[in-house]
């Protein structure tokens, strides 16, 4: 899933002509804090709530010292690309521009949940397993091949490191709920199971988490 299908449908740019005043208000109406600054095509910068404010309010943001001004992701950008922009930089929406750098439209963090959510195979029935163990203990293949030994599929999987330690942690979501037989294969080849969770225990996560998200963007 590429930056191009990611495209807000209902969230607009500031235009130049438009005031820190009518900033704020299009910032609390869409419920995000930053917006691209956009004069026709031509991207300028992203600006943020904390950043009109710090300016006159009924000035036009095109006169704003624009700082964000290389915050923008390309058409052609992976999903995975999106979010490591959004996450590096802590922005709630994220400008997209076509190769020659002109102005196509934006992303937001609810249009990133969503989209991470259909490729995660979140609605899709099933339980979710961590396993905990060495980078160089690490074989996706081979724990794959013990999962699918007990007839179950995995959905969607992520890999998330410590750099100050050699342990990696990988979180599997599966196509059972029943998890009995897959972790006691797995501790038969001697890897750790750290945790399970029952399709309701994941719903609840995943609400909670989403709750928390939207809380922040209600700011």
Do not use: C
């Amino acid at each position: 899933m590429i930056a191009e299908k990611l495209l807000s449908k209902n969230t607009v740019p500031l235009h130049v002509s438009d005031t820190g005043e009518d900033a704020l208000g299009m910032m609390n109406d869409f419920r995000v804090r930053h917006l691209p600054v956009v004069d026709q095509q031509h991207y300028l910068g992203l600006v943020s709530d904390e950043e009109v404010l710090e300016n006159d309010v009924e000035a036009q943001v095109g006169t704003y010292p624009l700082q964000q001004t290389r915050i923008f992701v390309f058409t052609t950008d992976h999903l995975y690309d999106v979010l490591r922009m959004v996450g590096i930089k802590q922005v709630t929406t994220i400008p997209v521009l076509d190769p020659d750098e002109k102005y196509v439209g934006l992303i937001t963090l609810e249009d990133l949940l969503k989209a991470l959510t259909h490729l995660a195979s979140f609605a899709e029935p099933g339980g979710v397993l961590v396993l905990e163990m060495a980078r160089h203990d690490y074989s996706m293949a081979e724990v794959a091949r013990i999962i699918e030994s007990e007839d179950t599929l995995i959905l969607s999987s992520f890999v998330t490191s410590d750099p100050e330690t050699t342990q990696v942690e990988l979180t599997l979501k599966l196509n059972s709920q029943d998890l009995q037989r897959v972790n006691a294969a797995l501790a038969r080849f001697g890897y750790e199971v750290k945790g399970t969770f029952t399709e309701k225990d994941y719903d609840d996560t995943i609400k909670e988490r989403y709750d928390s998200l939207m809380a922040y963007l209600n700011v």
